[in-house]
T-cell receptor, first 112, second 112 residues
Framework: DTGVSQDPRHKITKRGQNVTFRCDPI?????LYWYRQTLGQGPEFLTYFQNEAQLEKSRLLSNRFSAERPKGSFSTLEIQRTEQGDSAMYLCGGGPNTDTQYFGPGTRLTVL | QKEVEQNSGPLSVPEGAIASLNCTYSDRVSQSFFWYRQYSGKSPELIMSIYSNGDKEDGRFTAQLNKASQYVSLLIRDSQPSDSATYLC????????????FGQGTRLTINP
């Protein structure tokens, strides 16, 4: 058990719809990361929180993407006006420090 | 040049043999290096971390780091069919940066 849960595990949506994913790390994981992984590629960094502060964002995180971590506990990742290119596995990682990132089971998004 | 490069494979190794997985990275100041294992349809699982030049052993796994050559490898001794997976190399490229950069992964198949 990595101490990171994600919901939903799978999401199928139509192009143009908004989707929201949730990540719940254990309290020891004050650092929280979002990555995106497409088929045949390694995960790509999207954003990072330390407690409730969003400290780093990738250029991959277009203005259609927003992430929050209110109160420094769970986090949400929202994608507005989804596009087919958004289809991917969205991974949430947590850890007590940068050097220890444990991933949750991921949310697989399919945009039709 | 990609920041973290791996041979995508597939790499096929007979059961009981040593599997050798390689990774090169571009940034000389990188400090932290990780190997993740990812089974098909699952999220990456952290299996090894290494920070200093030389070897680090954990059970059947040995990570090797050579910072001068910007090279990190993973050896799996006594390979088992359950080791069949994609192995992802990840590097914290910039000291203090709060993200990992992943290679594309090497697909390993252990043949009984």
């Amino acid at each position: 058990d990595t101490g990171v849960s994600q919901d939903p595990r799978h999401k199928i949506t139509k192009r143009g719809q908004n989707v929201t994913f949730r990540c719940d790390p254990i309290s020891e994981h004050n650092r929280l990361y979002w990555y995106r992984q497409t088929l045949g590629q390694g995960p790509e960094f999207l954003t990072y929180f330390q407690n409730e502060a969003q400290l780093e964002k990738s250029r991959l995180l277009s203005n259609r993407f927003s992430a929050e971590r209110p109160k420094g506990s769970f986090s949400t990742l929202e994608i507005q006006r989804t596009e087919q290119g958004d289809s991917a596995m969205y991974l949430c990682g947590g850890g007590p420090n940068t050097d220890t990132q444990y991933f949750g089971p991921g949310t697989r998004l399919t945009v039709l | 040049q990609k920041e973290v490069e791996q041979n995508s494979g597939p790499l096929s190794v007979p059961e009981g043999a040593i599997a050798s997985l390689n990774c090169t990275y571009s940034d000389r100041v990188s400090q932290s290096f990780f190997w993740y294992r990812q089974y098909s349809g699952k999220s990456p699982e952290l299996i090894m971390s290494i920070y200093s030049n030389g070897d680090k052993e954990d059970g059947r796994f040995t990570a090797q780091l050579n910072k001068a050559s910007q090279y990190v490898s993973l050896l799996i001794r006594d390979s088992q069919p359950s080791d069949s997976a994609t192995y992802l190399c990840a590097v914290n490229l910039i000291q203090g940066a709060q993200k990992l950069v992943f290679g594309q992964g090497t697909r390993l198949t252990i043949n009984p």
